[in-house]
């Protein structure tokens, strides 16, 4: 079973930057897929950005890359989400999730664990 934790949401002002860290730990972490989704209230549960297993390619959704940076670090079982530029829209609960999968799925169900979330809240 595969535990994840996020930190580091908080509330900012548009243009400003957070950098959101999930720690993982019950499984090898080099061996998980790890990706970023965010949800709003009556929307469904988009898909962010991934990092294949053990550092590999990253992946992202279009309208996040360029802004959001994806990274892992093994050593530290820890994925983070450096989100620049921040916008009003991108006020949203932010969820890390884990796959054993090789490759970065962009779906949901991709994903078998997850973490509780994060809120993240810019402001205008």
């Known amino acids: 079973q595969v535990q994840l934790v996020e930190s580091g949401g908080g509330s900012v002002q548009a243009g400003g930057s957070l950098r959101l860290s999930c720690a993982a730990s019950g499984r090898t972490f080099s061996t998980l897929t790890m990706g970023w989704f965010r949800q709003t209230p009556g929307k469904e549960r988009e898909f962010v950005a991934g990092?294949?297993?053990?550092?590999?390619?990253?992946n992202y959704a279009p309208s996040f890359e360029g802004r959001f940076t994806i990274s892992r670090d093994n050593a530290k079982n820890t994925v983070y989400l450096q989100m620049n530029t921040l916008k009003p829209e991108d006020t949203a609960i932010y969820y890390c999730a884990a796959s054993v999968y090789r490759g970065v799925g962009f779906r949901t169900s991709d994903y078998a664990y997850w973490g509780q979330g994060t809120q993240v809240t810019v402001s205008s």
């Open positions: 990092v294949r297993w053990g550092g590999g390619p990253t």
